[in-house]
């Protein structure tokens, strides 16, 4: 191995020249490196949206399993921070709209979004833990953090539309509760492996379980 700047013969194991001092690709990650990274990440989570988006009772389990573990993880934090942030950004200006004179607190908002995800991500997994004792958190991580999205995209567009729109409303309100049953389905058959007719009875009780969960943490923690 050679120093990129000056060009001196470099031990193997080295972090930085020891005639120039320059950092080889072993030290720490430079700024273009961590942009690379990121980027990478970015259209693996895009590429995962765009094969289960259209038709996720057929395609969430094949998402899912087009990602390695490393993937898995960093698609589903990218999934949980694009709904997190859309969600925030959707009921503040829900309820700055409503209520002209009262702008909720950011931060309060962010970490009432971020509830839902985590209630959700804890109930899949002690649904999961029932039928699997060595289970792994990455898929019940993943269908927490997929069951998010058109929570926040609905949010994001009801703020859009405003609460005038009522049809409107009510019409993604419906695709909003009918897509996250179809997500939810999905995941428990191709991905926690659960049989359709188990699945079928696990959908009401995952979702009540979980929005009970949020309301409790957010009087927990919020209130």
Do not use: H
Request: net charge positive; proline share 3%; hydrophobic share 50%.
């Amino acid at each position: 191995m050679f120093c990129s700047q000056c060009g001196n013969e470099l031990n193997e194991n080295a972090k930085f020249c020891a005639f120039c001092g320059t950092g080889t690709n072993k030290s720490n990650p430079s700024i273009d490196q961590i942009s690379e990274k990121a980027k990478k990440a970015t259209i693996d989570a895009f590429n995962t949206f765009k094969i289960f988006f259209t038709n996720p009772v057929g395609n969430l389990g094949l998402a899912y399993n087009n990602l390695t573990s490393n993937q898995i993880i960093i698609v589903s934090v990218i999934f949980i921070i694009i709904s997190v942030l859309i969600t925030t950004i959707g009921i503040d200006s829900i309820i700055t709209g409503v209520f002209c004179y009262y702008s909720p607190k950011i931060f309060d908002l962010f970490l009432s979004s971020l509830l839902i995800p985590i209630a959700f991500f804890v109930v899949i997994s002690f649904v999961s833990s029932i039928k699997n004792q060595k289970f792994s958190y990455r898929g019940e991580f993943f269908i927490a953090s997929v069951l998010n999205l058109p929570l926040g995209f609905f949010f994001l567009l009801t703020s859009i539309f405003s609460l005038k729109n009522i049809e409107i409303i009510l019409a993604l309100l419906f695709f909003l509760i009918s897509y996250s049953i179809l997500l939810l389905f999905s995941g428990c058959v191709k991905i926690l492996n659960f049989s359709e007719k188990v699945s079928t009875i696990l959908i009401p009780f995952i979702q009540l379980i979980s929005f009970w969960l949020v309301s409790v943490l957010f009087r927990a923690i919020i209130l």
